[in-house]
């Protein structure tokens, strides 16, 4: 077993949905998370 050094990560699904404004159900929820304009990274999550 491999022991990592420092803060875990957290599940993927709670880093993604924090990065939303979830509005109402009725309407559009915008990403609110960084966006690199360097390079194409649409759906990329670290």
Request: positive net charge.
């Amino acid at each position: 077993m491999v022991k990592h050094k420092g803060r875990q990560r957290r599940p993927l699904a709670e880093h993604f949905w924090e990065k939303i404004d979830q509005r109402g159900s009725d309407e559009c929820w915008p990403w609110i998370g960084s966006i690199d304009t360097r390079r194409e990274t649409w759906g990329c999550l670290p």
